[in-house]
């Protein structure tokens, strides 16, 4: 018979698959960001992934238990920097710094994504992958889908770039749990 830790060993795998899983199912926009570090610590998108965030993926909820170690997406884009975001209702108000000068890594056009999750689902990721706002515009209204929740339900929100050629990204900011006002 499999030993205690076979068994646990068993139940990490388990969950970790099926929160991998459901993450690209769910966040497809975010594909190539994770092919394109897995090309980089020389793993597949799923290894890369798995490696980065099964350390906060917890076997009996098999969701996330810490989330400011979470990442949505890894890459070589500047992040957004010093973000703030609060909340009415279902919209979500963000503004953050742009770096001094534009470069390669940091062009006004890059796109800001959101990620998110409902407090109440840690196994849950959600994206939204197209806010039409910019790096240079330095704000954002995003408005999340309430699917059915509470408006007072509260959300774990990550903020990301990605570059207009849709095959780079920034690595996502946990930006905190936001309370509805």
């Not at 966040?27 to 570090?37: G, K, S």
Request: proline share 8%.
């Amino acid at each position: 018979p499999p030993t205690g830790e076979q068994l646990e060993s068993r139940e990490a795998l388990e969950a970790y698959s099926q929160f991998s899983a459901n993450f690209f199912y769910v966040c497809p926009a975010l594909i190539p960001a994770w092919d394109l570090f897995g090309l980089l610590v020389g793993r597949d998108r799923l290894r890369a992934f798995n490696r980065e965030n099964n350390p906060v993926i917890d076997t009996v909820t098999k969701g996330v238990n810490f989330f400011p170690d979470f990442y949505f997406s890894r890459g070589y884009l500047v992040p957004p920097r010093n973000a703030r975001v609060t909340r009415l209702g279902w919209k979500l108000f963000i503004d953050w710094e742009t770096p001094t000068r534009f470069t390669n890594r940091a062009a006004p056009d890059d796109e800001l994504l959101v990620g998110f999750f409902y407090e109440s689902h840690p196994n849950a990721p959600q994206l939204v992958a197209s806010t039409g706002c910019t790096r240079q515009e330095r704000k954002a209204q995003v408005t999340l889908p309430s699917k059915q929740f509470p408006v007072v339900e509260h959300v774990h929100v990550f903020l990301l770039f990605r570059g207009a050629d849709y095959m780079s990204f920034s690595d996502s900011r946990y930006a905190g749990l936001i309370r509805s006002d």
